[in-house]
């Protein structure tokens, strides 16, 4: 007989583990509050509008289709994707404008062209961020931190042997410096901190091998949007026996003798056999393993930024923007010492611009967009953010009006927004931090949750908020580390 497994939570990294184990002959039930799987990879419809809601950029599409391979379907007949021809279009209030072209000759042409930096530096920068990634990607991102046998790997001792050039004890920013004369160039840089909600002022120059997976390998976007990913990993892990319980909150994971037994589901007990979380690890602690000793590092540790984001329906084209755009604060600095140390808002906040109407063609009536609008802000530490918000959202308009010279207050048709409260009510992360822990220390990779705990046989972790973090590549990769960890079922 199978044995029986529960996923708590269906998040990406959730559907992905139970994938995993659906293929290696488990009978896994997943569990989740919410009346839809998806977790921050989520979307809405208003106003004759869809938006998707969460992650907007699709990187490493390869984490996904491997997931259908495994399972012996082909990725085609479930989710197409295609590339793109620019991961984003940059603004700057003084008019510069830099198309971030995919390969990265034609990339390194253009900032040269717009902003007068050397192409050959911007190329040196990419080959840097690219063995930066060979170095430490299967240290860091494939495997445990928490297995000694990982320790004495090839991938561990090659990331050792290169470890003079991991820039681990340099800030982003300092280093970014170094590279670039031109100050854009250096934001533009500097914005890859963000990606996992921290500040290029504080984290290590590590991080700089996130503009590799954009430039040299790509951005991509599915051809139905970003919550196709869900809808297509559910189809498959329903095919693979998988069964999805919505609107069905876990109240208690129960331990005895160091082994989660059951669970506590509406006054009932239900026993499996193995157990993965795909919940916050805070707010798993402190609601569903209140038996268990609360690891005090989680919560002493700096987290990770929120999000501010409106959801407006345009009535309007606008060619000048892309599928995704920034448009720069004039004082970055300012901007995330505001994040960081206020936990509030500047006065001129990087407004992000998604536009999936560019790519999907569906999300919004013939001669109309959908915005999806963003400022990074803070976790939700208790402020007013009714005031907050109604300052960000004017101080939105006039980013937008300086840089496209036009109001679009009169064009906004419909409007919705999300904040870090609701964030943490509809997701479940801890005061709406997006990433967990923020990076914004050299040793951040290593204060991550680890995907097992040792003192209990068989609980594991999954998601944003462990090792090796938030975003959709990573949270796959946490799905798949414990896919290591966890043997085939005899017979399958």
């Avoid at 991938?155 to 410096?177: D, Q, W």
């Avoid at 959202?393 to 109001?407: E, F, G, M, S, T």
């Amino acid at each position: 007989m199978k044995q029986q497994t529960a996923v708590i939570g269906s998040g990406i990294g959730g559907i992905a583990s139970a994938i995993r184990l659906a293929a290696k002959g488990y009978d896994v039930h997943v569990f989740e509050q919410a009346a839809k799987p998806g977790g921050k990879v989520s979307e809405r419809h208003q106003g004759g509008f869809r938006f998707d809601t969460g992650p907007s950029l699709f990187t490493l599409p390869n984490m996904v289709t491997e997931l259908f391979t495994l399972c012996g379907k082909n990725p085609d007949d479930y989710f197409r994707y295609r590339p793109l021809d620019a991961s984003c279009k940059y603004f700057w209030e003084d008019g510069t404008v830099v198309n971030a072209w995919h390969h990265p000759e034609a990339f390194a042409a253009e900032v040269h062209q717009q902003t007068g930096e050397s192409e050959e530096q911007i190329l040196r920068f990419l080959e840097k961020s690219r063995r930066l990634y060979e170095l430490t990607h299967e240290v860091f991102l494939f495997n445990s931190f928490h297995k000694i046998k990982n320790f004495v790997s090839p991938a561990y001792r090659k990331a050792l042997f290169g470890l003079h050039e991991l820039n681990a004890f340099t800030t982003m920013h300092a280093k970014n410096s170094k590279w670039f004369s031109n100050p854009k160039i250096v934001q533009l840089f500097d914005r890859y901190a963000t990606y996992n909600g921290s500040n290029p002022y504080k984290t290590p120059a590590t991080l700089n091998i996130i503009p590799h997976l954009e430039h040299n390998i790509g951005a991509f976007f599915p051809e139905k949007g970003m919550y196709h990913i869900i809808e297509a990993l559910v189809t498959l892990a329903e095919e693979m026996g998988v069964r999805f319980h919505y609107e069905t909150p876990v109240d208690e994971i129960l331990v005895s003798d160091q082994q989660v037994q059951a669970l506590r589901i509406g006054g009932e007990v239900k026993p499996f056999s193995l157990f993965v979380s795909n919940v916050d690890v805070v707010n798993l602690y402190k609601n569903l393993l209140p038996q268990l000793p609360f690891p005090q590092k989680q919560l002493s540790l700096e987290r990770s930024s929120s999000a501010l984001i409106f959801y407006w329906g345009i009535d309007g084209s606008f060619p000048e923007l892309s599928l995704h755009n920034i448009l720069f604060s004039n004082d970055y600095r300012k901007e995330f010492h505001h994040l960081f140390r206020e936990k509030s808002i500047t006065d001129d906040p990087t407004v992000y611009v998604f536009i999936s109407v560019r790519e999907v063609k569906g999300d919004a009536p013939a001669g109309k967009e959908n915005w999806y609008v963003m400022i990074n802000v803070p976790e939700n530490a208790g402020q007013d953010w009714d005031a907050m918000i109604t300052a960000a959202r004017k101080q939105i308009l006039q980013k937008i009006a300086r840089v496209l010279k036009i109001d679009i207050q009169p064009l906004i048709v419909t409007e919705s927004f999300a904040d870090p409260r609701s964030i943490e009510s509809d997701t479940g992360s801890y005061r709406g931090s997006l990433y967990g822990l923020s990076s914004n220390n050299r040793f951040a990779a290593f204060y991550r949750h680890p995907n097992f705990k040792k003192s209990i046989k068989n609980l594991y972790f999954t998601g944003g908020s462990v090792h090796p973090g938030g975003g959709i590549p990573l949270c796959l990769a946490s799905a798949k580390i414990i896919d290591k960890e966890i043997p085939t079922q005899p017979n399958r």
